[in-house]
């Protein structure tokens, strides 16, 4: 990679060396505020030619060809050899020089691969994609035995800044009564803050993975990242994970 690519965050986890991933971050891009300005995302309003000055640095910077989806917070999952733009909110490949990539700004990146570094796979969980089933739905087209599966939680906004409806609750404690716990009263009535990350720590853990790396972040409080919540007129980061050549 190139030197703009040292702003950029690795996933520390016990993956094999040929299984790539990074997560770009708000620096070294062309995008103008409040974009500004490596925005990777063509349906936030920025300049096009912007955005595809920015997806050219990423792709050489890469060295792997990025599949882009048409995210829409579901639970549908693609296969990312296609050059089709397909609409889902999650993707799987084993063919090495495809990099399966989501665009988040405060919902959660995910990335999976197996201990063998055989396939890989990026999900865009935002709450309602997660209470929906996204994780499963990405572990089911990956079809790799839970205690081969290694997960990685990319940053997304922290406990401190998600406040949400008690029917977020409802929507997750419906599912898994355990999930209760992801959720504390906000200091504003009818409302709660909510751990995006124990909640799909807990989705994970009910189809038995427990090598489940990362979190933490906040997108919110962290300016490296673009934050929907700290400003709705914003870009995306992107959160990529491939095969490289053996």
């Given at each position: 990679?190139?030197?703009?690519?040292?702003?950029?965050?690795?996933?520390?986890?016990?993956?094999?060396?040929?299984?790539?991933?990074?997560?770009?971050?708000?620096?070294?891009?062309?995008?103008?505020?409040?974009?500004?300005?490596?925005?990777?995302?063509?349906?936030?309003?920025?300049?096009?030619?912007?955005?595809?000055?920015?997806?050219?640095?990423?792709?050489?910077?890469?060295?792997?060809?990025?599949?882009?989806?048409?995210?829409?917070?579901?639970?549908?999952?693609?296969?990312?050899?296609?050059?089709?733009?397909?609409?889902?909110?999650?993707?799987?490949?084993?063919?090495?020089?495809?990099?399966?990539?989501?665009?988040?700004?405060?919902?959660?990146?995910?990335?999976?691969?197996?201990?063998?570094?055989?396939?890989?796979?990026?999900?865009?969980?935002?709450?309602?994609?997660?209470?929906?089933?996204?994780?499963?739905?990405?572990?089911?087209?990956?079809?790799?035995?839970?205690?081969?599966?290694?997960?990685?939680?990319?940053?997304?906004?922290?406990?401190?800044?998600?406040?949400?409806?008690?029917?977020?609750r409802e929507a997750f404690v419906a599912n898994d009564p355990q999930a209760a716990?992801?959720?504390?009263?906000?200091?504003?009535?009818?409302?709660?803050?909510?751990?995006?990350y124990q909640l799909a720590r807990l989705r994970l853990a009910a189809r038995g993975?427990?090598?489940?790396?990362?979190?933490?972040?906040?997108?919110?409080?962290?300016?490296?990242?673009?934050?929907?919540?700290?400003?709705?007129?914003?870009?995306?980061?992107?959160?990529?994970?491939?095969?490289?050549?053996?």
């Amino acid at each position: 990679m190139s030197s703009r690519a040292h702003d950029w965050l690795t996933p520390q986890w016990p993956a094999p060396a040929w299984v790539r991933a990074c997560i770009t971050t708000r620096a070294g891009g062309v995008s103008v505020a409040p974009y500004d300005s490596f925005n990777l995302a063509e349906h936030v309003e920025d300049d096009p030619v912007a955005v595809a000055k920015n997806r050219e640095r990423l792709l050489s910077q890469l060295g792997c060809r990025p599949a882009w989806l048409q995210q829409v917070h579901g639970v549908a999952v693609a296969q990312a050899d296609s050059d089709a733009l397909a609409e889902a909110d999650a993707s799987w490949t084993a063919t090495p020089g495809i990099a399966c990539t989501v665009l988040t700004a405060d919902c959660l990146p995910v990335l999976f691969c197996d201990r063998a570094g055989s396939r890989v796979a990026a999900a865009h969980a935002g709450w309602r994609g997660l209470a929906g089933g996204v994780l499963e739905s990405t572990l089911d087209a990956l079809d790799i035995a839970a205690d081969d599966t290694l997960v990685w939680l990319g940053p997304a906004i922290g406990p401190q800044a998600f406040e949400v409806g008690f029917e977020v609750r409802e929507a997750f404690v419906a599912n898994d009564p355990q999930a209760a716990s992801a959720f504390v009263p906000s200091v504003n009535d009818g409302r709660c803050m909510a751990d995006i990350y124990q909640l799909a720590r807990l989705r994970l853990a009910a189809r038995g993975i427990t090598a489940v790396y990362g979190g933490g972040f906040c997108t919110v409080n962290d300016p490296r990242f673009y934050s929907y919540r700290r400003a709705a007129q914003t870009g995306r980061f992107a959160s990529l994970i491939w095969l490289a050549d053996r």
